[in-house]
């Protein structure tokens, strides 16, 4: 009786919330009130259906999320992954188109399409690789890096398919993963997307190799002086993120059933705002893979809820700059006050 | 102290206008007789020359206040949306009958007004320049989509209204020795920015913040006065390129300036602007400016255009890569 008495306040006492737990609170608090506020001004907005739109039409950039998330918690950008998507999904089907079409743009190379998939992931990771040789071999900023290889992958993207797409020849399974429905109406990529989100929480929380991620992040000299490998270290988060994304364009292209160099246009961007928006720091050293969730969840209800207001498309560039403000003067603020 | 040193030394401030003698000597050598761009098949051909000096007045425009923010040690990645806004508005303007001096200064004051966001943003709420100038670049993107009518891609004449004659004199027909306003401008504004980084305060002042901020700080300098400066010099330039392109183009497009931030950072950094702050000269960026708009429209003739995102992005790469490894080493002797 005592110690159920007791253990309560002394848990409090001992188990104060981090700074990081209560931002993560904040943005999930935040994004519930978000869609309820969305309920109550647009019609037919609260609906089971619509709820579970907010997470499956998103699951693109989720999953990029949580390769960007890791990389700006240990202090580096990935603005690479919108291109990569396009490189990776280009390449799936160029590899995988029979030869002999009738023109250049729909003969591919023929391969099998295990060995078409595997050839993106390898485009795909090499993109990362570059990312990786640039940042931690030459010491370059890495937001630069990551703007000159988003362009290199987008462009060999677009040198491949000649600026346009390459969608004919495939070989009849090639549409088969993107489209694969689980438990009834699940798509595939949202089951991947959900199982990619618990495997983060997971090492994020519980494995070495993620807490590490959090040290590298926030004091790279300390962490470099207690033997941490910190160029090591980036360089595998630099080809995990590079993996996601690769198999983000396979899924797409996959499900188009299309190499499209256009393709995850503007995706980078929006993986970086929705783990900004989740309250993960540009600084390095503090965020969450469950905030960038949330982030997602946020700009999902901002964005769906505007188009429910017949707000025209364009709206969408404005309401994400304010979210992002708002996102981040709030954070700044209410971190400010709690730690007075 | 040694000669090697004085020889990298030397290599180091003039090696962009080498490399700008290189390119330009190749594509004149160039037999290009079966592209149809180059006038009788000659790359330094009188219209030919123009024409890539009127293409290029908005980047050319927009590099030196660029560099001076990136001597600093801040950036902008807004500048393009900045440039697409000012061209919507200085279209609508036209469009709806204000004459060429008002349309132009009140296009310059939103230029001013948009910079001067971004400043109050970085310098005043402290938010990180990268995360404050992409959340600019949003908003000014945004903005931009919103001005044009739902249904059309640009501001342009139609429904009754009628753009004047004079708009698209400013960045088309030659003003002096056949090169337009636009050219003059944008070499105007370089010069007036060389002059002030080599004897002005400003340019002291910017070398200073970016080399070391505390220590400008410590002795007196304003850093947070000169960085908001240096944004509302930016926001001009990008005023200033918007205004061009639109007259340019004869539109006003809202998309107008997609990309211009990275074809900003691409040249500044093939000028030896070091990322990190307190290097950096005007000159080499405007130098650099010219290779970029040379090699790309040169590039269109041999290539096709869907080959120019890669060869961007490859030059971007190792433009950082080279300038990083550079300065680097001059740091460490």
Known sequence: MTTLAVSPITARKHRRLSDQGFITVMVAVVAVLLFLLASVLVPNFFQLQNMINLVTNNWAVISLGVGVTFLLVSGNFDLSVGGNVALAGVLSVWLAQSTGGANTLSTGLGFPLPLALAGAMAGALAIGALNAFFVVRLGVPSIIVTLGTMMVARGLAQVITHGS????????????????????????????????????????????????????????????LSGIDRGRHVTRLYLFSAAIAGMVGILLASEFKSGFSNRGMLMEFDALVIALLGGVAIAGGFGSVIGMFFGAIILAVVTSAATGLVLSPDWQFILKAVAVFLAITAQTWALARRNR | MTKSFAVTGFLKDYYIYLVLIVLVALLASANLDQFPLFERGNFLYKRNIIN????????????????????????????????SLSAVVYAMLALN????????????????????????????????????????????????????????????????????????????????????????????????LIVIQKRGVLGKYAAATGGNPTAAKLSGIKTG????????????????????????????????????????????????????????????????????????????????????????GAALLLAAATNHLVSRKGGRK
């Open chain 2, 97 to 192: 009958g204000v004459p060429f001096l008002p349309a132009f200064a009140l296009t310059v004051l939103v230029g001013v007004l948009l910079g001067a966001i971004n400043g109050f943003l970085v310098v005043r709420m402290r938010i990180t320049p990268v995360i404050a100038t992409l959340i600019t670049l949003s908003l000014y993107k945004g903005i931009a989509l919103l001005l044009v009518e739902d249904g059309t891609s640009a501001i342009k004449s139609g429904g009754g209204l009628k753009m004047p004659g004079w708009f698209n004199s400013y960045g088309r027909s030659g003003a002096l020795l056949d090169l337009p306003a636009s050219v003059w401008v944008a070499i105007a504004v370089t010069l007036a």
């Open chain 2, 225 to 312: 006065r000169v960085v908001f400066g240096l944004y509302v010099l930016v926001g001009i330039s990008a005023a200033l390129a918007g205004i061009a392109r639109s007259s340019f183009m004869s539109l006003g497009d809202p998309l107008s300036g997609d990309g211009m931030e990275l074809t900003a950072i691409l040249v500044v950094l093939l000028g030896g602007t070091a990322f990190s702050g307190g290097e950096g000269k005007v000159q080499r960026s405007f130098i650099g400016a010219l290779i970029i708009m040379c090699l790309t429209i040169g590039m269109l003739t041999i290539v096709p255009a869907y080959t120019q995102t890669l060869v961007i």
């Open chain 1, 165 to 224: 797409q390459r969608n004919t020849n495939l070989p009849d399974g090639f549409g088969t993963l993107g489209n694969l429905t689980l438990f009834g109406t699940v798509k595939l990529p949202v089951v991947l997307m959900g199982m990619l989100l618990l495997v983060a929480v997971f090492i994020e929380r519980r494995m070495l190799i993620g807490r590490v991620t959090y040290w590298v992040g926030a004091n790279p000299v300390a962490a470099t």
């Open chain 2, 52 to 83: 890539i000096l009127r293409v290029s007045a908005p980047i050319l425009v927009i590099c030196g206040a660029f560099t001076l923010l990136m001597v600093s040690g801040y950036i902008d990645l807004s500048v393009g949306s900045a440039m």
